[in-house]
């Protein structure tokens, strides 16, 4: 029993990984490849610096 939750598990967070790696994101435009992407993170363009 046991053995099967684990295997379970495994798999129900590998689909979440993979889910998550194949979404298309907000800064995936193509502004993204001119340094405007980060605009779109939680902290802003500025980054974390002063969280």
Same mark, same amino acid.
């Given at each position: 029993?046991?053995?099967?939750?684990?295997?379970?598990?495994?798999?129900?967070?590998?689909?979440?990984?993979?889910? $998550?790696? $194949?979404?298309?994101?907000?800064? @995936?435009?193509?502004?993204?490849?001119?340094?405007?992407? @980060?605009?779109?993170?939680?902290?802003?363009?500025?980054?974390?610096?002063?969280?």
């Amino acid at each position: 029993m046991y053995t099967i939750l684990v295997v379970a598990h495994v798999l129900v967070s590998l689909a979440l990984i993979i889910l $998550v790696l $194949v979404q298309h994101g907000k800064g @995936a435009d193509a502004g993204a490849a001119f340094g405007s992407g @980060a605009s779109g993170t939680v902290f802003g363009s500025r980054g974390s610096a002063n969280f």
